[in-house]
């Protein structure tokens, strides 16, 4: 019993210094099998979709998906009781398949339900054949029942995260896309920039929430434009002098409404926003900063930017074609972009065209009137 409690004060300590969610599941499937002496333990999931339960953890196996009533696993999902089994191929609820395919030799098996904070089951926590000893005991099932109830919790935190996040998201491309019912720019524009600096940003090697940031921020871009009076972001055509004074305070806007808050999303946003018609060699707008001194999130998504607007069917311009695109991003590199992003983007064009390909838009109609360059993104 005290080698039982070394474990568990071992992986207490391992688990409280993990801030990965995803990674406490297979922290508690290696405590389980420790614990109770199992060769194996996987930890099921129910797909409600698909009516499946799959391990999102597994010892010993890829990944196993199964039908939601079938083996064991199955049977304590649909009645939410634990199962203790002596002899799997004696057990009529046992199902042969797994074992076939992976060439496994099931003995006996602990299972039981994860269960949310309603008491809904969620999930199976499994433990197959005992080590050292004929069978599981009782104090095996007490130890897995203990390390379930863990497990539960992790679930429900993550799924509850992942919702967090993906409300989060959906609030910032909605919010960034305020003017789309008078910008001809689409949500999946938006996206994309974000999904394009994310490429940029990885290739650099940044950490994985540092790429979330850029990729969340650069979307928010042209959010100022919300601030430009109809009179100029309406008008069909060119823009003149005056007009194009004003266009340009979106960039000034954008930083306006963004800055000065606590998150750093927000303080990398407004940034972005300010930014992202600076040019490397300095004749940008709107404070014609130059090189390094603009930040690294107001040069990747001006380069993201542009490569988008030129590839992009707009109702005042045809699509550019790949080559023509990467022919001018080539000949601003040290002009218009920054040199060392033009080179990661140049080694990465195929994912950019992968995004572009995956979040394509629908083609709006030509509309004949002459626009200037600077207005295409
Ligand atoms: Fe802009
Ligand atoms: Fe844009």
């Known amino acids: 019993m005290e080698s039982k409690l070394r474990i568990l004060l071992d992986y207490s300590a391992k688990i409280n210094r993990e801030k990965n969610v995803d990674k406490i599941l297979p922290i508690l499937a290696d405590l389980a099998k420790n614990l109770i002496n199992a060769d ?31 083996g ?13 089994v002596e002899d799997a191929y004696k057990d009529p609820r ?13 003995k006996n098996i602990l299972a039981v339900p994860l269960k949310d904070r309603y008491g809904q089951t969620i999930g199976v926590f ?22 379930a109830l863990y497990a539960s919790t992790t679930i429900e935190t993550k799924d509850l995260y992942q919702k967090l996040k993906k409300a989060h998201e959906d609030v910032i491309y909605r919010l960034s896309h305020a003017t789309k019912f008078k910008d001809p720019e689409t949500q999946n524009h938006i996206i994309r920039v974000g999904l394009y600096c994310a ?38 055509g060119k823009l003149n002098k005056e007009e194009w004074e ?11 409404i963004l800055k000065g808050s606590d998150s750093k999303l927000l303080q990398v946003a407004a940034l972005v926003a300010l930014e992202h018609h600076e040019r490397w060699d300095g004749t940008g707008y709107p404070y014609g900063k ?48 920054d040199p060392d992003l033009v080179d ?34």
């Open 40 to 70: 194996r333990c996987s930890i099921f999931i129910y797909d409600k979709n698909k009516n499946k339960l799959w391990t999102i953890v597994a010892h010993g196996v890829e990944r196993i998906e199964i039908p939601a009533d079938k």
């Open 72 to 84: 064991i696993a199955g049977y304590v999902f649909q009645t939410g009781k634990e199962v203790v």
């Open 94 to 106: 046992f199902d042969k398949e797994v074992d076939k395919q992976t060439g496994y030799r099931t």
């Open 126 to 147: 499994q433990a197959i054949n005992k080590l050292n000893a004929d069978n599981f005991s009782k104090e095996d099932l007490d130890l897995l029942r203990h390390v």
């Open 199 to 236: 490429v940029l940003a990885k290739e650099i090697g940044w950490k994985e929430e540092d790429i979330e940031i850029i990729k969340l921020a650069a979307p928010m871009h042209d959010i100022g434009k919300v601030g430009i009076p109809d009179r100029v972001l309406l008008k069909p």
């Open 246 to 256: 004003i266009m340009k305070k979106h960039t000034i806007y954008g930083y306006e």
């Open 290 to 337: 130059k090189g390094e001194k603009i930040s690294i999130y107001g040069r990747m998504t001006a380069l993201s930017d542009v490569f988008d607007a030129l590839t992009s069917k707009r109702p005042y311009k045809p699509a550019w074609s790949l080559e023509k695109t990467i022919k001018f991003i080539k000949e601003n590199k040290g002009k218009h972009f």
């Open 344 to 377: 990661i983007f140049l080694k990465n064009v195929s994912d950019f065209i992968e995004i572009k390909e995956r979040l394509k838009d629908e083609e709006p109609e030509l509309e004949n009137i002459p626009r200037d360059f600077d207005f295409f993104y």
